[in-house]
């Protein structure tokens, strides 16, 4: 039994995960990209609608 006020190391402590680290930072990336994407796309937009009205 482990007394509440003792701090317990989990670090060590194995833990099956269905998700890789690497897993998740992949998707982090694709997300943080089509994130990027969208933006750019949005603003580009924008940009030609703007010199658009200018004509």
């Given at each position: 039994?482990?007394?509440?006020?003792?701090?317990?190391?989990?670090?060590?402590?194995?833990?099956?995960?269905?998700?890789?680290?690497?897993?998740?930072?992949?998707?982090?990336?694709?997300?943080?990209?089509?994130?990027?994407?969208?933006?750019?796309?949005?603003?580009?937009?924008?940009?030609?609608?703007k010199?658009?009205?200018?004509?």
């Amino acid at each position: 039994m482990i007394n509440s006020l003792e701090k317990v190391d989990i670090r060590n402590v194995p833990y099956h995960s269905t998700i890789t680290e690497r897993e998740i930072q992949v998707l982090r990336d694709f997300f943080t990209i089509r994130a990027c994407i969208i933006i750019i796309r949005e603003s580009v937009s924008i940009l030609l609608n703007k010199d658009n009205n200018n004509d």
